[in-house]
């Protein structure tokens, strides 16, 4: 409830994180909407939930982002985990329970897939043996997919993507915002002597003049740590092969369409308003 | 504690939900009080609680209701559940894991098995492969189970039960009162173009005339759902298959335990008055 | 081991089950082989094995059988299960498992993607609250599946999708002939006075006229029954939710492969002839 | 397979191991047989598998063995297992397998329903938090089972509880003989300075007399030991909460069926013989 | 949050239930403090989580408590248990989950491995076979640990060991006080006839003389229970054996870093106070 | 028991894969016979199995090689595996169960620890982000731990470990044989472009001239492959998070004694000769 408010509050410009993506997703929503048809997940009514290929809450699959509003994208690697490992199977098992969510949003009347054109492009190619190199590759797969102004809502994988994730939209929209939450700060100079895992992400990220300080809110940290100055990362379940019944997995996919329902550019349904 | 809250308001009289069943009851236990000898579940000290054949609670087992105020009934089956299946074994696990719940409720003083003859009736015997039949063959059994003015405590099996036994009810009682705890209506028009699903129970109930309006309850609606109008069933943990730990039938029979404390006619602890 | 033999000698001819099958690929794979290119599984060296969206072995998806002489397709519906239910989620399930196996068979020396042009066209639409309806559903789609020549190789499912399948195959090809591999005969009259259930699947199959006997074999038949004359079906691990490591889905997906391996029109490699 | 063979060899005479209790089983049976009606398992017909209170195949219950020639019966106890303990609940666990375990023996033929009269007699009392009394506890309750000759297939439990139930037989019927399957010899002088322990069982009863060494066989001694003189017992899975899927729990309800099936005065169908 | 704030409370004096303790660590201490090199658990950059041999935090081993202020000591024995077992590797999986645990309290400031020389002494010998002779060795055991002074931060095991472990507290520094968080006053006369099981164990500590009533608080009482007088034990995770993920243990792992944070001696960082 | 033959019989000499490894241990040995007092596991009857810090066989910890034959060591880390993670955890869960195996070998009647000194020596340390790095580390640990003679019986670990350790006795002993019992040749150029894999191992390996062909021998080649020259590595339970029983990690520790039940030195008992 606390995420679903404050992701509510954020996108919608009350923090004004994303005010030049706001313009332009406005901008071209506005050319296109009478023209466009708008892809749906399919319904347990259309097809029972254990039935079919599972795409995210099983809508279509398409190659790139050509025509689309939002993405659903995969990024299938744990390589910089410093304890469980597994998140590597995060996109396969968060589709997997995807099945269970529903197209309306009752608690804000959002109606997401009557505003937005979503798809999902599947998972992006990316070496798990060469954390540097699958760095390279997360950031070039992103440059591309962002390139038309499509948003990306990537599932993970562990924290160390968020790096050059990161790197894409600075290089297209210049130094931005950032909703984290999470139970550590990530802003660790160094794990192991390595310069890129989960617990270095920000560090990274805030040495390359990638984040705009203003407009960056840390959520939720908490737990021990090792000196008054540094906090790091927690075990989770909770990664697939430690989530047996895909509760983990359900929550995340909850949790984003939440987030898709308050992207710019969402319509509401009058009864809620 | 909201459940317990809001049996305990509905059932003592508050909401007036059963009247007749509290004037029946009452008429019945002030000839038999002082007579009577009332069943009461093995404690852990009586025999070790992994120890024993599981009746619910280890109460005696009979094959009627004959001589009961309240009875446990199973009904094991999962025909009408849209995801996740496994509830066919809530009875038998529900029952696993009551060996945990004891005699005496120590928030309120209820002390039900110095209060109400109860037993556990086993389950009724119902076809797995036929929905419509099945629910024909609940709705006879519960029909029977109830002749004698006895309460029944049922454990499921999916939701689409509580269609057949409220016909029961309805049939000896006339239009029924109800709290529906849930997280969806369960009102759907139609499942896969099927009548009698998890998804459809309530609207089959309505359309029929078996609920009083006036005294239904709906609580706990939440999640996203497909059009503004219309709601569903979430997955969860529920289903044995799914519970290895045992918890949520653990908190299963710790729920009917709270049911039966707040049936009428139960009597209280002095020390909690 | 076993299994791969007795595939092996019935498909290829030993046994002369399909004989029909077997010149008609032949006749139309001889015209078709020069200018044909073949679906292929994505390799680990292309994409990852975590990642990706999960087709049978990450074969094209696609929504009929145009073009194909194979195609994986999942029927998932548990409703004539006895026991344990929840392998509705077995095409599911295998699929994602199915990411294990490669392209070539090291043991018989066969390559059939160079072969046969095999694609997954995804799960039929089946109803999971009428098991009569289901079967007319499976009936149907597999009729349309296979009009073209197709052959499928199905993932259930529990064993009552065989009749309508056979149905189908029946009315293209005529009685047919069958390798059945199971613990039971599932030849029973009724099972809780329903015609069609998991233990009743070839004695409808029987009836009808289906299965020519002299072309029948059944292999594995074991265990305890009910009298001298009568035995069905044993629970299994089965089932993806007591299947938590997926070594019983990994099993059913080379299972699969080693059925495609010997499908009529399969070349073998000349190191292992 | 070898169990079953050695099992019919033993049993059936050719070791004599029981022939006392084979003449008076077989003097009380000539008399009574035309008059009996035997109890026989709920059959899945009859009841759907997961319905029901389960006892053991889902026989009838009775409180004490009066009118039986076989009774099932349950130590839950594992005060005596040096490392996984949850064997506590084999009984409970064994019965809720047991559903899948139908009446009839296709591979021998054997009709054990329509030889002996046979119930579940439920679990014995059995202190779990002082070995030396539960010992006392288990030999003073099958002394009283088998009293009247009535035979007892104990369900465990760990393997302490052998002894003194060998104390019991023995000194109803004199020295006896064993069949003792493990992978150790159970015959430690002491463990951790314990007299009872699962290791220690048969070094108990050779002490007392109880066994004929001349009828004792041990099959499967295997693994590592601590000296060339002496072997211990293996981790098992084992014990119910390690089994998450059951299958070992029905394989011992598989088993105690084979036991049944060749105890003395069990018909035989004509067609196998 | 609760259980942090209590036991703050309660060790930094404001209850005063340990001021002997404080004084004689206070007093060691001062002498102390300049010439001491504390030990201090193994970073994450120092050796990677899933590395190294698990002792306690991965904090040195040692086998006597010379030189140390706190140790944590295991007690691996659950034959006191009235339900599930298991909790004999309860000091084996704390230790296990503990790598997640780092060395500085972000919360409250406290530095501990900057205060107090702390180690792991490993697990003390127990028998499992004979309930009373394992609490006269446990009584043995800790009176040999706390003889310098040194505090002990015991792992178990059940709920029984608490009493052997306040009669060494009791002979050392005469009646104590005591924060009990349960759900069961664990007061009760006997449990199947024995005096020590999980259930007595307070019972037997207050005969016994060894409370102070004056100190003692019971936080937590809930749940049903067998008369308005008495309550008991409730199920738990509940056990090794039922706690796939671990979360239980790595919540006990957290919880004992909070105790060992507010003990008497334990520095704070200026930045929060 | 093919493996134990097998290991058995290329260790004693008939493959005369070590033959220097033998006669360096056996002048060493000679030596020191009477003088040295052996290390030795802690039997269950020194400290029952679920206590102690769990170190491999509870055999005493060293930070070096120095005055061992034979040392147990860890190599935690999963970075080179291309599907399921989890083995880095493999040193741990092994070292879990090991608490099972005892020290004689009942079947050859080899008795180790009266031969041969041995401990365990914990885990190297290895980075876990960068694979390269990793193999260095790997490679210089296992360097510094023979260079006295002492043999390493490692625990992985992804089958990348394999590598960097050959490295290491190759450095020392000059080319050398390789027993390699394995699912797939594990001798691909490339996986996702990247050198070191658990793919890759014995390429390098042979590029480097690190084996001598003439002595090394693949077992167990078997399943699918990607052409007909090229196989690769399985799914295996299969890594800990896969394991929940621990029996994979229980097979691990029995084939370790096995292991070292025929390295060169070890004694027999007369009675088994």
């Not at 009478?34 to 997940?41: D, E, H, Q």
């Not at 396969?92 to 009557?114: C, D, W």
């Not at 909770?238 to 019944?245: K, L, M, N, Q």
């Amino acid at each position: 409830m606390l995420a679903r408010r404050v992701l509510h509050s954020a996108f919608l410009g009350k923090l004004r994180l994303f005010p030049e993506a706001l313009s332009s997703v406005a901008a071209r929503r506005s050319q296109t909407d009478a023209s466009r048809r708008f892809n749906s997940p399919l319904t347990s009514d259309q097809l029972p939930r254990p039935a079919g290929i599972c795409s995210m809450y099983r809508l279509p699959i398409q190659k790139d982002t050509q025509g689309l509003d939002v993405c659903f994208v995969g990024v299938p690697i744990d390589a910089g985990t410093s304890n469980r490992p597994g998140t590597r199977f995060g996109p396969r098992q968060i589709r997997t329970e995807s099945v269970m969510v529903r197209t309306f949003n009752k608690e804000t009347g959002a109606q997401p897939y009557q505003s937005l054109q979503v798809a999902d492009v599947g998972d992006i190619y990316v070496t798990m043996y060469d954390i540097q190199r699958a760095a390279r590759e997360i950031r070039a797969s992103f440059t591309k997919l962002i390139a038309n102004g499509c948003k990306t809502l990537a599932m993970g994988g562990d924290h160390f993507i968020t790096y050059p994730i990161l790197q894409a939209y600075k290089e297209k929209y210049g130094a931005i915002g950032l909703i984290h939450i999470d139970a550590h700060l990530d802003v660790s100079e160094h794990m192991n002597g390595c310069d890129i895992t989960h617990g270095t992400t920000f560090r990274r990220a805030y040495d390359e003049g990638i984040l705009d300080p203003s407009k960056v809110i840390q959520i939720g940290m908490r737990g021990s740590g090792y000196t008054p100055k540094d906090y790091e990362w927690p075990v989770s379940k909770v990664s697939p092969p430690y989530d047996p019944t895909g509760l983990t997995s359900l929550t995340a996919a909850n949790l984003l369409f939440e987030m898709l329902c308050v992207l710019p550019g969402v319509k509401y349904s009058d009864v809620f308003v």
